[in-house]
């Protein structure tokens, strides 16, 4: 069974910086693309960033300029580097990995808070 544990979320001010990471139970090959999503509370879960295996990223509009996804396949992790934090980044932040036949795993979330 497949289960991704995000950490490192947290409580910040505007302008700090947090860096979440993903570890996956499994070879991280295993999976085309790995994302980050968020979910602020009333609103829908959206992509902030994603990469895929070859290493091709794709940013939020939002985020663009201020967070960095990366992946380490000797760890079977992947990151966010969150810069710049602003109080619209508040969110429950989600790991997901899409396998090969587009089937999605989930991590349990992690929190992340901006005070202004």
């Known amino acids: 069974q497949v289960r991704l544990v995000e950490s490192g979320g947290g409580l910040v001010q505007a302008g700090e910086s947090l860096k979440l990471s993903c570890t996956i139970s499994?070879?991280?090959?295993?999976?085309?693309?790995m994302g980050w999503y968020r979910q602020a509370p009333g609103s829908q879960r959206e992509l902030v960033a994603s990469?895929?295996?070859?290493?091709?990223?794709i940013y939020a509009d939002s985020v663009k300029g201020r967070f960095t996804i990366s992946r380490d396949n000797a760890e079977n992790r992947v990151y966010l580097q969150m810069n710049r934090l602003k109080p619209e980044d508040t969110a429950v932040y989600y790991c997901?990995?899409?396998?090969?036949?587009?089937?999605?795993?989930w991590g349990q979330g992690t929190q992340v808070t901006v005070s202004s």
């Open positions: 499994a070879d991280i090959f295993r999976f085309n693309v």
């Open positions: 990469i895929t295996r070859g290493g091709s990223t």
């Open positions: 997901n990995a899409r396998s090969v036949t587009t089937y999605d795993y």
